[in-house]
């Protein structure tokens, strides 16, 4: 079982950037591919990023290519999201999780892990 923990959110001004870590404890790390989600404020969750296990292979929702970075480092167990050129709609909870599932990796409920969130807001 493999338990997930974000860290890095915060408050930020439009236009900045903010980076988000996901360490992974209890497991091989390896194994899984790694999502990024986020739950506006009175929304559903909704998905961000994907990257492969092997980390060659990423995935990014339209409203974030271009802007954000998925990346993880499997000797370190830990997966990040660079997020740049922050507007006040990328306010949300963000959340990491884990699948061991190919298919269907945009949906959250794809996922068999999740983290506990870290909160994200973006003043304009």
């Known amino acids: 079982q493999v338990q997930l923990v974000e860290s890095g959110g915060g408050l930020v001004q439009a236009g900045g950037s903010l980076s988000l870590s996901c360490a992974a404890s209890g497991g091989t790390f390896s194994p899984y591919r790694m999502g990024w989600f986020r739950q506006p404020p009175g929304k559903e969750r909704e998905f961000v990023a994907t990257?492969?296990?092997?980390?060659?292979?990423?995935n990014y929702a339209d409203s974030v290519k271009g802007r954000f970075t998925i990346s993880r480092d499997n000797a370190k167990n830990t997966v990040y999201l660079q997020m740049s050129s922050l507007i006040p709609e990328d306010t949300a909870v963000y959340y990491c999780?884990?699948?061991?599932?190919?298919?269907?990796?945009?949906?959250?409920?794809?996922?068999?892990?999740w983290g506990q969130g870290t909160q994200v807001t973006v003043s304009s």
């Open positions: 990257i492969s296990r092997s980390g060659t292979v990423t």
């Open positions: 999780a884990a699948t061991t599932r190919t298919i269907g990796v945009f949906m959250p409920e794809r996922y068999e892990y």
